[in-house]
């Protein structure tokens, strides 16, 4: 079934390791988005992508790089993972603008150590 | 600042009609306002989305205030399946970023 899948689904890692989210959408959605969701609280947007090699950031990037080669993929990285960034990562994807409705994957429950 | 509202919770008896509601306090005449909810442990799920005039949907209805500063949510019948936290969201202008609201958790008494 098409989709988005995130992975891994859990994700246990030490402060100062650096860490991958993978996220794979199989509907060819132009604009892809990455939110945490931090324990009792709402989404915030990290970075977002409107197309291949096209990103830019939301709310609270610091920390977190991203990149979009390939445009069914867009991994997130940590590339020194802090306590503050344990978190409910999900992934979205939406077509062709902003304003269609975004389709979320299931998240990645990360913990840092 | 930009900023979008809710109340931090909701209750409803079950089948009684639900009105959710949702301020944003800028928003450009471009910008759809989406509604999406969330069950425990899972990712938000799309409800329904509308520019200006209201909208329905075999979830819900949408109606939007006239200055788009504030719209509604509308669930006919409430059910036990209906619980979750329910969040609008403003997408990116020219002025800011994607901004979800804080959510409202609906609580369905049986």
């Known amino acids: 079934d098409a989709g988005i899948t995130q992975s891994p689904r859990y994700k246990i890692t030490e402060t100062g390791r650096q860490v991958t989210l993978m996220c794979h959408q199989t509907?060819?959605?132009?604009?892809m988005f990455w939110y945490r969701q931090d324990l009792g609280h709402g989404l915030r947007l990290i970075y977002y992508s409107a197309a291949a090699d096209i990103t830019d950031k939301g709310e609270v990037p610091d920390g977190y790089v991203v990149s979009r080669s390939k445009t069914e993929n867009f991994p997130l990285t940590l590339e020194s993972a802090t306590r503050s960034q344990t978190s409910v990562y999900f992934c979205?994807?939406?077509?062709?603008?902003?304003?269609?409705?975004?389709?979320f994957g299931d998240g990645t429950r990360l913990s840092i150590l | 600042d930009a900023k979008t509202t809710q109340p931090n919770s909701m209750e409803s008896n079950e089948e009684e009609p639900v009105h959710l509601p949702c301020n944003h306090s800028?928003?450009?005449?471009?910008?759809?306002i989406h509604w999406y909810r969330q069950l425990p442990s899972q990712g938000p799920e799309y409800v329904i989305h509308?520019?200006?005039s209201n909208v329905n949907n075999r979830m819900a209805s949408l109606a939007i205030a006239e200055d788009r500063k504030s719209s509604t949510l509308i669930l006919h019948r409430a059910t036990l399946r209906d619980a979750a936290v329910y969040y609008c969201?403003?997408?990116?202008?020219?002025?800011?970023?994607?901004?979800f609201g804080p959510g409202t958790s609906l609580s369905v008494i049986p």
């Open positions: 979205a994807s939406s077509d062709r603008s902003l304003n269609q409705p975004q389709h």
């Open positions: 969201l403003r997408p990116k202008t020219s002025y800011d970023k994607v901004i």
């Open positions: 800028t928003i450009s005449g471009t910008d759809y």
């Open positions: 509907w060819s959605h132009s604009y």
């Open positions: 509308g520019l200006t």
